[in-house]
């Protein structure tokens, strides 16, 4: 599984959830993710359909890189945990 995490520098919310991401990657050193900034990368943007969206935004990829869910806002590590677990096979 991977997560794409597209957040700003501005962002409020991306500030609360870089923390959060950093222990659940630490804690789960197999899960694969990749960080884009909403501003500098506006293809990936474009590709993921995120033209004006709300952030941060995280898709979750399985292992043929389709995307099986999204999630935006401000998420709590256990949910976050939780969907990882359910999805980490796929």
Do not use: H
């Amino acid at each position: 599984m991977k997560v794409i995490k597209i957040g700003a520098l501005w962002c409020s919310g991306c500030l609360v959830m870089k923390p959060r991401w950093q222990e659940i990657e630490k804690e789960n050193p197999w899960l694969q993710n990749e960080y884009y900034d909403y501003d500098d990368n506006t293809e990936v943007m474009e590709k993921y359909g995120l033209i004006d969206a709300t952030l941060p935004v995280f898709i979750f990829l399985d292992n043929q890189n389709n995307e099986i869910l999204r999630l935006a806002g401000e998420i709590g590590k256990k949910e976050l945990i939780e969907t990882i677990n359910e999805y980490k096979d796929k």
